[in-house]
């Protein structure tokens, strides 16, 4: 089993920051690519952010510039640093990761996701 867990939702004001943090634990032979996606009330879900296995970084025009994704891989974590934040940031923010499991090749995995709420 995978578990995938983020932490560091809450409320904040306009222009302020926070700290996600998803965490992945279980049993699987290697941790690739670690997104972070957004999903805001009546609105799709957006790609926000992703970190590969080596580093490289993709983020979404919408954040970049504020928004900076990173891993940890002795921990298993990627983290999103979020700063200047606005109103329209107001969303569920959920991450997933894609692992290799022996003998069953490649899944995904998304956690629960944590509230963000930037009132102005």
């Known amino acids: 089993q995978v578990q995938v867990v983020e932490s560091g939702g809450g409320l904040v004001q306009a222009g302020g920051s926070l700290r996600l943090s998803c965490a992945v634990s279980?049993?699987?032979?290697?941790?690739?690519?670690m997104n972070w996606h957004r999903q805001a009330p009546g609105k799709l879900r957006e790609f926000i952010a992703g970190?590969?296995?080596?580093?490289?970084?993709n983020t979404a025009d919408s954040v970049k510039g504020r928004f900076t994704i990173s891993r940890d891989n002795a921990k298993n974590t990627v983290y999103l640093q979020m700063n200047s934040l606005k109103p329209e940031d107001t969303a569920v923010y959920s991450c997933?990761?894609?692992?290799?499991?022996?003998?069953?090749?490649?899944?995904?995995?998304w956690g629960q996701g944590t509230q963000v709420t930037v009132s102005s």
């Open positions: 997933n990761a894609n692992v290799k499991i022996l003998g069953r090749g490649y899944r995904d995995y």
């Open positions: 279980g049993t699987f032979f290697s941790l690739n690519a």
């Open positions: 970190v590969g296995a080596g580093g490289s970084t």
